[in-house]
Structure formats: structure tokens, C-alpha cells
């Protein structure tokens, strides 16, 4: 199996280089205090440090079916299974349905298609527009795989967010076709405007909702969820039990404590809102100014900046390397066609002057060709 690029180019960075090539959240913004308070307090007992259910803390499963149902999509406790991370989530899922074929977006995560690989699983790629994914070739694809991965949210890595009517299109598809959904969710609560509803919201016993807390509270803690229905969720639990037994007990119990705190969470979520808001319009900003042969579509959340040009990137990361700032070229993301003219920049790691640093150099870089 291909190792991971990105990985591959941050093997090649130091700690001068700077990186808009990780998809990582910005550490500045964990809720340090609020995760050492609860460690602490979860850590006067014993109890959380011992051998635990495999479906997932309790108190933790109740707290996110509330959010569910507080935004209209009705849930209860039973219709959660907490996961290592939603790439464990996903991991789960590909085990227990043995499907030969998939329907993915074109591009897409590259975690999801590694695992696709190892799983032997096909994907059928559809073409992700401006507004979701190509509907008509969607539609074709359902029929035969009966079965699709979809990231709808400030998609990784284009940052792309559906439609209301492509939400409702996808829907019906899976409806018509009697196919299921895996609706990959991690950036849902990074939205800039307002919050999108899902699209297993409108599908909720044909459809796996995958949920995280790495971008929302931090990536180190592991806790990731699927929301599904009882029938579709039951067979799951025997992988997952053979997997890791049951995911990090003292994670889910400081998420759970930190959670259960008012307002603390909705106040913290807003403030990652409003810093990756600002980054990604001060990003935009630069691009503009100093590259505006970079074509792009504004991201309405999320943590990723798509590029379209016509030179050709891998060179153009070449240099870029050289001159210390790296990103990641768009064709890794494409499975297995040849692209060579996009770039997914992340902008939620960099400070002001690294962004405005590092895109500097990607422009001297750019003339050097
Ligand atoms: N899905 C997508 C679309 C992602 O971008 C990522 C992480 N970059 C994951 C899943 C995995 O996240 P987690 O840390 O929850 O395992």
C-alpha cells in the first residue's frame, strides 16, 4: 500500500519549514485548562482507569445523542458506539459490510481510500462540484455499488460544502436504491455561517453519521463516534470489540466532564469558529494579492483552501520545499488519476505572519519556474 504523501513531506520539513501541508487543528486553541481541570476530576476515582463497555461510555453516548436531537436529528444513547477516532469508525464499518464497491468523491480523504484499499474495496470516483457531488453520475453509481462515502461538510481536502438540493438528491438516491450512506462528518461543527443539517438526518436508518471530537476538542484524545440505526449499529460491535476492545476510557471520560460543563463547549466551539474564520479570510486575502492566477472557491468552515491553476504543483512544491514552505498537491487525493494542477492548502496551523510568509514564498517560487 502507498504511504501517505503528506506524510512523506513532513518527513522533509524542520522546525523553520513552514507547513500549510497537515490537516492539523491549531494547538492554541485546545481547551487545556478545561481538559486538565476534568483529568483531574475524572482521576480521583480508580474506576476510570479499568477495563470498560466496548459501545462506549455512557454519559458520553447520552451527551452526543442530545446534541443530535437538540439540532433536530431525534437520537437516542442506544444509536451511538464511541470509536478511536472517526478513521477507527470508518475502519469498523468497512469490516462488518463486506461490500466489493464504493461510491467516493473525486477527491477525497486520503484516510478513507487507504483504508478502502486495505479493505479490498473499489471505489467508483464522482466528480465534486461547486455545490456536492456530480448528481447524475451519483445516481448511476449508487445503483451498482449500493454504497457511498461522502464527505458533505468543508470537505477534506476541497473544502466544499453540499447544497441543500444536493443534500436532498443524495438522499433520495440512497432511498430509491436501497443503498446506505457513510457520511463522514468530522468538520460539521467548523461552519462559519450557520450549521448545515446532515444528510442522515433526512435517512436515519439507511445511514452512518461519523462524528470527532480531533477537531473540536483535540486530535491526541481519540474519541470519535458513529450515529446509526440500532439494526445497522449491532453488528458493528463484534469488530469493534476484536479491534481495541473499547476506545481510551480516561478520554471519554474527560470529554464527558467537559461536555457536561455549561456552555463551555458551545463558547469554545465558537471561539475555533471565529479564529479559523479570520485565518481563512486573511489566507484568501494573501492569495489574492500575491498569486491571483490561484483560483478558488471559498470555504464556508472547515480547515482547507483548494487551489485550481495551471502550472504544475508537484514541480512548483519542488521549489516551494527549497525556499521552506510546503503544501500538499491536490492529485494525492485522486486516487488513481493523473492530476497535476491542484493544491490543498491548510490554514488553520499557521499564524498570521507564517501564512503571510509562507505564501510570499510559494509566489518566489512560482516566478522561479
Ligand atoms: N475523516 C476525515 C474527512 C478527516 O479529514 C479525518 C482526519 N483528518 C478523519 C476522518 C479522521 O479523524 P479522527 O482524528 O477522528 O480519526
Known amino acids: 500500500m502507498k504511504r501517505s504523501f503528506i506524510r512523506e513531506i513532513l518527513e522533509h520539513t524542520n522546525s523553520n519549514t513552514i507547513s500549510f501541508a497537515g490537516g492539523l487543528p491549531d494547538e492554541k486553541l485546545f481547551p487545556l485548562e478545561g481538559i486538565r481541570d476534568c483529568a483531574n476530576s475524572v482521576l480521583q476515582s480508580a474506576k476510570v482507569l479499568q477495563y470498560a463497555k466496548s459501545s462506549g461510555l455512557e454519559s458520553l ?19 451511538i458506539l464511541i470509536t478511536s477516532g472517526s ?10 459490510i463486506k461490500s466489493k464497491n464504493i461510491t467516493v ?18 471505489t467508483e470516483a464522482v466528480e465534486l462540484k461547486k455545490n456536492g457531488i456530480e448528481l447524475n453520475s451519483f445516481k448511476q ?16 481536502p476541497t473544502g466544499i460544502s453540499y447544497s441543500q438540493e444536493c443534500r436532498d438528491m443524495v438522499a433520495e438516491t440512497i432511498k430509491k436504491h436501497n443503498a446506505i450512506l457513510v457520511e463522514d462528518a468530522p468538520y460539521s461543527e467548523l461552519y462559519f455561517e450557520k450549521f448545515i443539517p446532515s444528510i442522515s438526518s433526512k435517512i436515519p436508518n439507511s445511514s452512518y453519521h461519523l462524528g470527532s471530537f480531533s477537531k473540536t476538542l483535540a486530535p491526541a484524545l481519540r474519541v470519535g463516534w ?6 445497522l449499529l449491532k ?18 471520560e474527560i470529554i464527558s466532564c467537559f461536555l457536561s460543563k455549561p456552555k463551555l463547549y458551545d463558547e469554545h466551539l465558537q471561539s475555533i469558529r471565529n479564529s479559523y474564520k479570520s485565518k481563512m479570510e486573511f489566507f484568501t486575502q494573501e492569495l489574492d494579492k500575491k498569486i491571483p492566477e490561484f483560483k478558488y472557491i471559498k470555504p464556508k468552515g472547515g480547515m482547507f483552501v483548494y487551489v485550481k491553476t495551471d502550472i504544475d504543483v508537484y ?16 492529485g494525492e487525493f485522486y486516487g488513481d488519476s493523473e492530476n497535476r494542477s491542484e493544491i ?25 519556474l
Open 315 to 330: 514541480k512548483l512544491l519542488d521549489r516551494a520545499m527549497q525556499n521552506g514552505v510546503v503544501f500538499v498537491p491536490g
Open 87 to 96: 478513521q477507527q469508525a470508518l475502519d469498523v464499518i468497512l469490516r462488518s
Open 235 to 252: 453488528p458493528l460491535l463484534a469488530y469493534k470489540e476484536v479491534m481495541d476492545l473499547h476506545t481510551n476510557m480516561l478520554s471519554q
Open 141 to 156: 453509481s449508487v445503483a451498482n455499488t449500493k454504497l457511498a462515502y461522502l464527505i458533505p461538510d468543508f470537505q477534506n
Open 61 to 79: 453516548r447520552e451527551l452526543i445523542a442530545q446534541s443530535y436531537t437538540k439540532r433536530g436529528f431525534k437520537t437516542s444513547p442506544e444509536e
Open 344 to 368: 490543498r492548502f491548510n490554514y488553520t496551523n499557521s499564524t498570521q505572519e507564517q501564512i503571510s510568509k509562507g505564501i510570499s514564498l510559494i509566489a518566489n517560487a512560482l516566478q522561479e
Open 226 to 231: 458513529i450515529r446509526a440505526s440500532r439494526e
Open 105 to 122: 468523491e473525486a477527491p477525497s480523504y486520503l484516510g478513507a481510500m487507504n483504508l478502502f484499499t486495505l479493505n479490498g474495496i473499489k
